[in-house]
């Protein structure tokens, strides 16, 4: 091997790398942006059924962006997006209640989140497999925030108040986001810009 090809394949490695990590870079950026604007929906997608709070209840506006985040940004930021949206919602606008409920929210959403982020980025990213995440990521998610509230309000907190808050009482909001989050997610497949 001359000189001249072996300072060819030098050049052909660092261009890969180098294209390699600002592609790196550029995806990370993508993500953050995408989680901010999710953080941005959970805060302000509450307002659409504030008015009517058993209706805000029965669709649990901030679970949306939270799952969305999870499936398109993955499990990391997914986490994040849903543990600081409750918080930043209760301090920002006072609702929901920082005690019990924000804090309960916010185990909820985080487990969203992670769930549904890690599963999908281990599947073949199809609609079935967007219900292979979502699923899983909703009772899991739905337990943890059960099991917060359970330690935060001990002996008040009984199983059937846990079943009724959790599963009873939002179940159109679980149809809800079985049906949108799928249509939305191809959408978004559809974007070219966002992988």
Do not use: W
């Not at 990391?76 to 609702?95: C, D, E, H, T, W």
């Amino acid at each position: 091997m001359n000189v001249d090809t072996q300072s060819d394949m030098n050049l052909d490695i660092n261009s890969n790398s180098k294209g390699n990590v600002q592609s790196a870079r550029k995806q990370d950026i993508q993500r953050l942006v995408l989680a901010a604007f999710f953080v941005a929906l959970g805060l302000g997608l509450p307002f659409v059924t504030m008015h009517i709070p058993t209706v805000g209840q029965l669709l649990s506006p901030m679970h949306l962006p939270v799952l969305l985040c999870g499936l398109v940004c993955g499990p990391l930021y997914g986490g994040i997006v849903g543990l600081i949206v409750p918080i930043f919602r209760s301090f920002l606008f006072g609702m929901p209640m920082l005690f019990p409920t924000a804090i309960a929210m916010s185990f909820e959403l985080m487990t969203y989140g992670l769930v549904s982020g890690f599963i999908y980025k281990k599947t073949n990213n199809s609609i079935a497999s967007i219900y292979l995440s979502l699923i899983p990521a909703m009772i899991l998610g739905r337990i943890i925030g059960g099991m917060v509230q359970a330690v935060l309000l001990g002996g008040k907190y009984t199983i059937s108040t846990f079943v009724t808050a959790y599963f009873i009482n939002t179940f159109p909001g679980i149809i809800l986001q079985l049906i949108l989050i799928p249509i939305i997610m191809a959408a978004i497949g559809k974007i070219k810009h966002i992988k």
